[in-house]
């Protein structure tokens, strides 16, 4: 008997051995990954054979294994079902953090929109792991349908008013998850410039970096769309009726609290509250505790307000020089193109054009120069004709603005169609005979533009 004993548990451990032999894990990873992308449901039973046999074995068994279980969720014929198979996409997220741990896949997060968007479980249960995931894997953390997820669910709580949360943790959620949506859109745009530096050199990208470029415009428009919308839910919340009573309740408080005084006096910029004495108090303050770039830059506006120009470019200038984001050093150069618009177009030119050389999809300056352009007909020329072609350089302005940035391509493209219809009519070019030659423009703009041929 003993004997007979020892031999089953013999063939016992080969048969257990051979369902952890690296061919078998790989021959099982390749049939569900065929099956899968063919939308076979033997493909589950694949996955589940991996996360009992072969649980460590390649981080693939996940990636390809949640692809497998959201289609099972798709094709669920009933809510119990569904529920069932959203519980254990949960459970496989949580084995891929057990046997690979810091993969990166940001397992939290999806855990939660999980639930949300199968309408499974509770939205409190929903929120409770975004919230752990914001916390504790932050950097992972970067789906914009889940930010937003996270903020709206938190808005609306303190809407019912039924947990305590208080408007300056509302204030506060809003600019923890700013800032991280502002991170991932550096991280983008830095990425696009350098492929639109490639471009502007006259280089040709291949088509990985064609593809990758897309990818780039396409997320930065749906973290755009989240700031937007983020911005939309608060807007009751942040007048200046009610930010400025609230800010100067606790100023005392907070003078010496440097990101409370940095965060308000965004908030009363971003409201165009900074007219108001009050943002003055906080920007010095917070230029007192620490004279950063953010702090010049706010003593820039407050000297702004003051009609103090020169000091206001000096702070503004000093700012610039002083960030090493190129996105808020091309933004301090925006505005002070923009501050100068009306009053000297040279200038203004001059400042947007730093502006894209340090940030080359910063679109909103080719439009600013564009517009420039479009304001300028009685400036240049010797006749009409020569006048009107000044709308052909702005037009084509128009066009860089919606190559640098996705986002105002409806808006370029627009502006371009209406230069390009003030502009000298096919029958006006045949009758000046002019079609193909260059007319330099002899004022401040100085260059020239080609006449469009026939």
């Known amino acids: 008997m003993k004997t007979k004993l020892t031999l089953l548990f013999a063939i016992a451990t080969g048969f257990f051995a051979q369902a952890q032999s690296p061919e078998v894990c790989t021959e099982t990873l390749s049939l569900m990954a065929s099956s899968a992308k063919a939308k076979d449901p033997s493909a589950y039973e694949y996955l589940n054979t991996l996360r009992k046999d072969c649980p460590s074995f390649h981080n693939g068994i996940y990636t390809y294994g949640e692809f497998v279980i959201n289609q099972a ?69 970067d789906s914009p ?95 200046c009726e009610k930010l400025i009573p609230f800010y100067q309740k606790g100023f005392e408080e907070n003078k010496n609290n440097e990101l409370w005084l940095k965060r308000a006096a965004d908030r009363l910029e971003a409201k165009e509250c900074d007219g108001d004495p009050l943002f003055s108090k906080i920007s010095e303050a917070l230029y007192k505790l620490n004279p950063s770039a953010d702090a010049a830059y706010k003593l820039g506006i407050v000297e702004l307000q003051r009609k103090n120009t020169s000091k206001a470019v000096d702070y503004f200038n000093k700012a610039a020089e002083m960030f090493t984001d190129n996105s808020k050093k091309a933004f301090v150069y925006y505005r002070m193109a923009t501050m100068y618009s009306k009053s000297n177009k040279s200038q203004s030119r001059a400042y947007a054009r730093k502006a894209l050389a340090v940030k080359p999809s910063y679109g ?68 000046s005979g002019k079609a193909g030659q260059r007319i330099a423009f002899n004022c401040w703009v100085g260059g020239s533009i080609t006449v469009p041929k026939l």
Not at 84 to 110: S, T
Not at 365 to 382: E, K, P, R, V
């Open 364 to 431: 909103k300056a080719y439009l600013l120069i564009a517009q420039l352009y479009g304001s300028s007909i009685n400036d240049c020329g010797s006749n009409p004709f020569e006048k009107r072609a000044m709308y052909w350089l702005a037009a084509d302005e128009a066009d860089k603005a919606g190559k640098a940035d996705s986002s105002l391509k409806g808006t370029a493209s627009k502006l371009a169609a209406s230069y390009r219809a003030a502009a000298p009519s096919r029958t006006e070019i045949f009758e």
């Open 145 to 239: 349908k889940a930010l937003y997820t996270y903020f709206e669910l938190f808005v609306n709580d303190y809407e019912a008013n039924t947990k305590g949360i208080t408007l300056q943790q509302v204030f506060d959620k809003y600019d923890d998850i700013s800032e991280k949506l502002t991170e991932e859109e550096k991280e983008l745009s830095d990425a696009k410039d350098i492929l639109l530096a490639k471009e502007e050199a006259g280089e040709v990208l291949d088509s990985r970096e064609e593809r990758a470029k897309n990818k780039y415009e396409i997320n930065l428009e749906a973290f755009s769309t989240v700031m937007g919308s983020m911005d939309s839910k608060i807007v009751e919340l942040s007048t």
């Open 73 to 141: 969720i798709d094709k669920a014929a009933t809510p119990a079902d569904k529920e069932k198979y959203v519980r254990d996409l949960i459970k496989l997220y949580d084995e891929h953090d057990k046997n690979f741990p810091n993969n990166g896949a940001g397992n939290g997060m999806k855990k939660a929109m999980a639930l949300f968007e199968n309408n499974i479980g509770t939205k409190d249960e929903a929120y409770k792991l975004l919230d752990n995931a914001f916390k504790t894997d932050i950097a992972n953390f």
